[in-house]
């Protein structure tokens, strides 16, 4: 299978404004993690895509791929499949969703989640990583309970699961995920997902990824054990702040 990866961009974030164009290490947020993307060489083909000209060009400064798509869209998922649809991307089999936020993005999430679905097993997959049980206490930590066999049951920033008695804490180690900014969807999958209306379960929690999940839509989550710290995304100014901070230590090797 052939994968496209493209990478959603909006520029009206409320916690962190204009996010897409904030400065990591000299460079805008969005052209940080195209970079990340690129390099990795998991997809054939890079794109951002993006509601606002300034992020365009930003994008197509620093070399990138960028399609301007429809400011309108509830979501990044119904942006990617805005540019996957383009004559131009057609071709590609499967389509990666990269965060535009996600500087960090781990390659052996990415790897993961594009193997559930390139094996047939999913016809959506994401990724999450174990994470310390203080993260329940935390609504912007989107959580991810999972089956036996590696599907989806639920994501939320609520605390799940919940511990409803202290003796069985011992089994929150293994239990508690965070959910990574990632999803892969086969061509298919993803007209389905976007063809749907928005959910009110996905209103209320905005989490677009219970959307399919509520239509029944199965999504595999690959389950990752590397520290947590490697793989947060920028969400806030402290976020942003720490990235800076932490760029020579955390891109070692990189490049």
Not at 57 to 63: K, M
Request: net charge negative.
């Amino acid at each position: 299978m052939t994968t496209l990866a493209v990478i959603p961009a909006r520029l009206g974030a409320t916690r962190l404004p204009r996010k897409p164009l904030r400065l990591l290490a000299g460079l805008p947020l969005v052209v940080r993690v195209w970079e990340r993307v690129s390099a990795l060489g998991i997809a054939e083909r890079c794109v951002i895509a993006t509601d606002h000209s300034a992020v365009a060009d930003a994008a197509r400064v620093a070399g990138a791929e960028c399609v301007l798509t429809d400011p309108d869209h509830p979501s990044g998922t119904d942006r990617v499949a805005e540019v996957a649809a383009l004559p131009a991307y057609r071709d590609f089999d499967s389509i990666l969703n990269v965060q535009g936020d996600e500087p960090f993005v781990s390659a052996e999430a990415l790897r993961a989640a594009v193997e559930l679905v390139e094996s047939a097993r999913f016809p959506l997959g994401t990724a999450a990583v174990r994470a310390s049980t203080d993260v329940l206490r935390t609504p912007d930590v989107v959580k991810v309970v999972r089956a036996d066999d590696g599907r989806a049951m639920y994501f939320s920033r609520a605390p799940i699961p919940y511990l409803r008695d202290e003796a069985d804490s011992g089994f929150l180690p293994e239990l508690v995920l965070q959910h990574l900014g990632i999803y892969v969807y086969t061509r298919e999958a993803l007209a389905r997902w976007v063809a749907l209306p928005p959910h009110p379960l996905e209103r209320v929690e905005r989490l677009e990824q219970l959307r399919p999940l509520s239509a029944g839509i199965p999504m595999g989550v690959a389950r990752l054990d590397e520290p947590v710290s490697h793989v947060r995304g920028i969400d806030t100014e402290e976020d942003l702040e720490q990235a800076n901070e932490r760029w020579p230590h955390l891109t070692a090797g990189w490049y």
